[in-house]
C-alpha cells in the first residue's frame, strides 16, 4: 500500500522560508510525477507544483520565483522549498503522486505564514 508522508510544516514569518518534504512508501514502481497542492482556509485545493520523472517542473504563477521542487528517486522523496513566504501562502500542503492513473494523497502539512 502507498503512502506518502509529509513533514516540516510550521509557523514562519513574511519573507522568511520554510521546506517540506514528502517521502512515499509501500510502492513498487517509480512515480510518473510528484508534486504539491495546497488547501487555504475556506478555499479549494489548488495546484502549486509538479516535478516529472524526467525533473521537468511546472509552478503555478503565484509561486514561480519563489518555491523550488525537487526529488530524489532513489529515496522516493519530494521536497518543496519555499522562500519569500507571504501570508497569502498559508495552506495545508499536500504532497501528490502519480503513476499511469492512478493518484496518491498525503495527509497534508500546515504551513502559517504570519508576524
Known amino acids: 500500500q502507498v503512502q506518502l508522508v509529509e513533514s516540516g510544516g510550521g509557523l514562519v514569518q513574511p519573507g522568511g522560508s520554510l521546506s517540506v518534504s514528502c517521502a512515499a512508501s509501500g510502492s513498487q514502481f517509480r512515480f510518473d510525477s510528484m508534486g504539491w497542492y495546497r488547501q487555504a482556509p475556506g478555499k479549494q485545493r489548488e495546484w502549486v507544483t509538479t516535478?516529472?520523472?524526467?525533473?521537468?517542473?511546472n509552478y503555478a504563477d503565484s509561486v514561480k520565483g519563489r518555491f523550488t521542487i525537487s526529488r530524489d528517486n532513489a529515496k522516493n522523496t519530494v521536497y518543496l522549498q519555499m522562500n519569500s513566504l507571504k501570508p497569502e501562502d498559508t495552506a495545508v500542503y499536500y504532497c501528490n503522486a502519480q503513476f499511469r492513473s492512478l493518484s496518491f494523497w498525503g495527509q497534508g502539512t500546515l504551513v502559517t505564514v504570519s508576524s
Open positions: 516535478i516529472a520523472g524526467s525533473s521537468k517542473t
